[in-house]
Structure formats: structure tokens, C-alpha cells
DNA sequence: TCACATTGCTTACCTTACGTAAGCTGCTTA
DNA sequence: TAAGCAGCTTACGTAAGGTAAGCAATGTGA
């Protein structure tokens, strides 16, 4: 869809649909989050992220490696996570979600 | 997280959790990118996305319209389904993804 | 006008994903 | 050497989603 709009259908595309996918499973987005602002280790992006469990954390991170957005390094004695490049690409997403998520909670607010 | 980067914890904002979890929730992100590319009834979304049921379609929508991200329309017979204005404000964060999805498929690729 | 199709739903039922809790191995610290 | 933490896995119950059918209201065609 560009400059000639027309209502017509044909505006889907299953890289989109896979991509929206990875990234909104639920906690993919807090755990990424996390990670991109610089936690590395496993129990720390679990404190991080309220609610969130060993469990599906690690299932997460399983995932997000074999997809190749998280790298698991056991080169020290520590075990760490890092975003690998196509992770860090992620961030310009994040950016815009954290502005939507603003006008969100302007028309339906958070309880509490 | 801006210049002075610290790997600390608290980074965990609920306004954006939230947030992605309504976007990136199954089938959200088809569907709403549908209605950016400009499709308002049931049957033309539901046709557009490969796999999306009445059933799920009709609670998106139904929830959508508690955020006050979408609008049902009877004001004609036909009943349409517009975006709000926080609806259309979500444009951003999908051409976001869209990068990103290209960035995916290279390192992921996608059968067939 | 009477059968048939379509739209926008809902209901019922089964499967998959998630929540919760416990446990377990390897390493560290007291 | 007992206790503790990190990073998992397993087991089991609940919630969300898949699949299919049905259904009232309107349109359509013969």
C-alpha cells in the first residue's frame, strides 16, 4: 500500500505474520526488552520481568537461539545470553511500542 | 536506557508490556494490518488472513473495541469495522516489524 | 416466491500453550 | 559438609486457541 490507496484486500505477508509472532509470544517482549538493556544472565532477566517463570523463560530463550535473535555463550564459567545482530535490530520496534504503548494507557489506563 | 549504559536491571516498563502483548497477541498483527491496508468488514479481514477463523476474529475485533483501538460502525446496514485514531497510531510500530521481518527471513527463512 | 448463499456472529468440543510448583545437577560459599 | 544459588527439566491443572457446526438476518436467482 502506497500512494494510490485502494481498499482492496492483498495486504498480507507471512514474513510480517512470522516476524509479529517472535516478538509478541507472550514475555518475548519483555525478556527482549531485558536483554537489550544489557541483561545477560538468566536469573537476572527472570527478576526482571514480573511474573515470569524459569519455565517459560527458558522455552524463550531455547527458541529465540534457534531462530538465531540470541546467542548462548559458555565460554566463561557463567552462562550468558546476548542478542546476536538480527536481536539488536529488534530495538527500532521496541522504540515505537514504547510510544504507542503511551497513547494506549491515555485511552484505556493500567489498573492500579 | 540512553547514553550512559549500565547492564542493571529495571528495565521493565507494564504500560509496554501490555502494549505488545495486545499488538503481538495471535493473530492481532494480521489483522490489524489488514484494517491499516484499509479492508473494514468481517468477511474481506477474515478472507485476507491465511488461517484466521470467525471465531477469533470476532473476539479481536470485541477486544479491540474495549482498548479503543478499533470502532463497529452500523451506521449503514453494513457493519464495518474502522481503526481509531490510537488504532491508526500503531502504523509505526508495523513498519517497524516489517524491517525487521526482512532481517529474519534472511537469517530464518521461511519454508517453501 | 421459495430455495440457496452470504455475512456476522455464537456454541461446543478437543488440543496446544501457559501457570504453578517441585525437583535436580553442578558449582560455590560458609 | 551442609546450605545456597544458577540454570535447567518434569509433572500436572487451567486457559487460550483450533476446528467445526449452527443460526438469524439479509440478499439473490430462477
Known amino acids: 500500500m502506497s500512494a494510490n490507496e485502494e481498499p482492496n484486500g492483498e495486504c498480507y505477508?507471512?514474513?510480517?505474520?512470522?516476524?509479529?509472532e517472535v516478538i509478541g509470544k507472550r514475555w518475548s517482549g519483555p525478556i527482549l526488552q531485558s536483554m537489550l538493556g544489557g541483561?545477560?544472565?538468566?536469573?537476572?532477566?527472570?527478576?526482571?520481568?514480573?511474573?515470569?517463570?524459569?519455565?517459560?523463560l527458558s522455552e524463550r530463550l531455547k527458541s529465540f537461539e534457534?531462530?538465531?535473535?540470541?546467542?548462548?555463550?559458555t565460554?566463561?564459567?557463567?552462562?550468558?545470553?546476548?542478542?546476536?545482530?538480527?536481536?539488536k535490530q529488534v530495538e527500532p520496534v521496541f522504540?515505537?511500542?514504547?510510544?504507542?504503548a503511551?497513547?494506549?494507557s491515555k485511552v484505556a489506563p493500567l489498573p492500579d
Do not use: K, M
Open 13 to 20: 505477508c507471512p514474513e510480517f505474520h512470522r516476524a509479529i
Open 39 to 56: 541483561l545477560t544472565r538468566f536469573s537476572d532477566i527472570r527478576d526482571n520481568v514480573p511474573g515470569l517463570s524459569d519455565r517459560l
Open 66 to 73: 534457534e531462530l538465531g535473535v540470541v546467542e548462548r555463550c
Open 75 to 87: 565460554a566463561t564459567r557463567d552462562i550468558h545470553y546476548h542478542l546476536t545482530d538480527l536481536g
Open 95 to 100: 522504540d515505537a511500542v514504547e510510544v504507542w
Open 102 to 104: 503511551i497513547q494506549l
